[in-house]
């Protein structure tokens, strides 16, 4: 009787477990595209005008800043130019400045800085004079 | 790609013959089970030797990679030339009893649903090389810092979302595979991935003695859910701290009382499991909790059986990794604020009673708890903890209630974290509840399959034995 239960019991298991892995299949199928391989791509571009290491700065979405996609364009930033730190900062000698993060018009938070270089696109490289 | 497929299986390899040469084995002891601690410990102990070699300033250039093979090399030949006069025994295995019509079926459905669920990662990496969002932030993102910076590696204390306070198992190994190829593959972690996944099956089947049916069901049960092969697929450090975690406990199962009888095999089973345990708290913050749970059981092992002095070698085991865990915590990444951790103590324990707060956090959990497992495998999670509940209370489910009382514990551990944590809690939750059930997942099937059942005297040496 037990043995018959067990077997049982397998049964169920082995029947669920094919199921759930098919929908497994299917959950990878309809997971969305992933951004990440051409944002790296893309912010790979800016490494040739920043210094090799140390920190630089990054400049925050002027609205909304929190939202994923503009954290995930940060996060991005950092993880391509590695062993560069990519903070969240005015005021250090060079700026990055994703596409759509600067405010249109005219971004305060960029007075001193020059265009050092720009990417198809529209990621760049700014730069301030330091004493 | 083949460079840092062999500066995977060198190390792996050299614990294989290691724990031959030295006698180590594990509680229920089988090739497949001693398989997956030389994974384990391959791969463990292959991290702290990167470790030592970033160091010393000598990662990653092509010294590291020579001076690394090498060593594995010899570690793996002399292991091999202890144990060459007693290889000839295991071709003395005895014949495996006859498999019947469930049988075969039970290992036919195995193939199915490990086809299906391991081909989720390969499509997942089709589109998204470079892992999940954590990888990419944290563990991929450590591993650049390791082999493009080398020494200069703590740059990445001052980057608040990677987690800096968190070891380095998995950035290590990453970071070790890339020195080999010579370049920064993306392939490198997949596998990686794939590599725990798959240990982590093999040791629950290998523990439940691929033998008998129960080990194919219970390896179907695992690999069945999306959660399982997403985080396959993910490149994080949850899966390594799973395979740990199981394989840890595996050392310790109760259902052969003649190993805990013997010293010999007693010590060296606790030996692994203290090693082990202290590689889970190298890999990820959440192995302490393991740690701690898992001591608990240890100390309930050693005491029952009558050697209370046997504990001395789980210390043993654990201690010299979880040296490298304090020097890294305590010196290398001391100023790394806690990124969970609660504002102050009074802050926590004051979430502690307050009632609001647990009721939002079980509000929480509840619908994750219902749909953990992907959209075909609702209420997996239920059942199966329902399942290693009511199995544990059995005479015949003895051998499962240590394994299942430290994932309680780790459980509790972690809706603590949640109760005093000082970060906006329905994000923390539905970001971590998946991955940290996951952390406990082999080692709850291993728990509801460990149907005690009379040895099989006929399978001294094969896959079921080995005395």
Not at chain 1, 43 to 62: C, H, I, M, Q
Not at chain 2, 235 to 241: K, Y
Not at chain 2, 428 to 454: D, F, H, I, K
């Amino acid at each position: 009787m037990v043995g018959r239960v067990q077997q049982g019991l397998a049964v169920l298991a082995v029947v669920w477990a094919i199921i759930a892995a098919f929908g497994a299949v299917r959950g990878a199928r309809a997971q969305p595209p992933d951004p990440m391989a051409q944002l790296e791509a893309e912010f790979n571009k800016l490494a040739r005008d920043l210094p090799p290491a140390g920190e630089v700065g990054y400049l925050e979405r002027y609205e909304d800043a929190g939202a994923e996609d503009a954290v995930r364009a940060h996060y991005a930033a950092q993880y391509a130019l590695v062993p560069r730190v990519v903070v969240s900062r005015v005021g250090h000698e060079f700026m990055i400045v994703a596409h759509g993060m600067p405010r249109p018009g005219h971004d305060p938070r960029l007075d001193g800085y020059f265009l050092v270089s720009v990417t198809p696109e529209d990621h760049r490289v700014y730069r301030r004079l330091v004493p | 790609m083949i460079a840092a497929a062999v500066g995977l299986f060198l190390p792996i390899g050299a614990a294989w013959w290691g724990l031959r040469a030295l006698r180590l084995r594990p509680a229920t002891d089988s090739r497949l089970t001693t398989a997956a601690v030389a994974c384990c410990l391959g791969i463990g102990l292959s991290s702290l030797t990167t470790f030592l070699a970033v160091s010393l300033h000598l990662f990653p250039g092509r010294a590291f990679v020579i001076g690394d093979a090498v060593l594995w090399l010899a570690l793996g030949t002399a292991g091999w030339w202890a144990c060459r006069p007693t290889s000839q025994a295991a071709a003395d295995a005895a014949p495996r009893p006859a498999l019947g019509l469930s049988d075969w079926l039970a290992r036919a459905a195995f193939a199915v649903v490990v086809t299906a669920s391991f081909s989720v990662p390969v499509i997942e990496y089709l589109s998204a090389p470079h892992g999940q969002w954590d990888a990419w932030a944290i563990w991929n993102q450590k591993a650049r810092f390791f082999y493009r910076a080398g020494d200069g590696w703590a740059a990445w204390l001052a980057i608040f979302w990677a987690q800096p306070g968190h070891p380095v198992l998995v950035p290590l190994s990453v970071a070790r595979l890339w020195a080999y190829a010579g370049e920064e593959l993306t392939l490198a972690p997949a596998l990686l991935s794939g590599v725990y996944g798959a240990t982590a099956l093999a040791v629950v089947m290998g523990t439940l003695n691929v033998a008998r049916t129960r080990a194919w069901v219970a390896g179907s049960v695992l690999a069945a859910p999306f959660a399982f092969s997403h985080l396959v697929a993910a490149q994080t450090a949850d899966l390594p701290v799973s395979m740990l975690v199981v394989t840890s406990l595996a050392m310790l199962r109760q259902d052969d009382p003649r190993v805990w009888r013997n010293p010999q095999r007693a010590r060296s089973a606790l030996l692994l499991a203290g090693l082990l345990a202290s590689l889970a708290v190298w890999t990820k913050n959440e192995g302490a909790v393991f740690l701690a749970a898992s001591a608990l059981l240890v100390a309930w092992i050693a005491l029952r059986h009558g050697h209370g002095r046997d504990m001395v070698w789980w210390v043993a085991g654990a201690a010299p990794v979880l040296a490298v865990v304090v020097w890294f915590k305590l010196v290398l990444t001391a100023g790394a604020s806690p990124v969970y951790g609660p504002s102050t103590t009074a802050s926590a324990l004051g979430y502690l009673v307050l009632p609001d707060r647990h009721e939002r956090i079980i509000g929480l959990m509840w619908p994750l708890f219902q749909s953990w497992g992907g959209p075909w495998a609702r209420w997996s999670l239920p059942v199966v903890m329902g399942g290693a509940l009511g199995l544990a209370l059995t005479p015949v489910g003895r051998s499962g209630r240590g394994v299942l009382a430290v994932v309680a514990a780790m459980l509790i551990g972690y809706y603590g974290a949640y109760v005093v944590t000082s970060m906006e809690l329905t994000q923390l939750v539905n970001t971590t509840y998946e991955r940290l059930v996951m952390q406990v997942w082999p080692a709850l099937v291993l728990a509801a399959l460990s149907v005690g059942e009379p040895a099989i005297p006929a399978l001294p040496r094969s896959v079921g034995g080995g005395d």
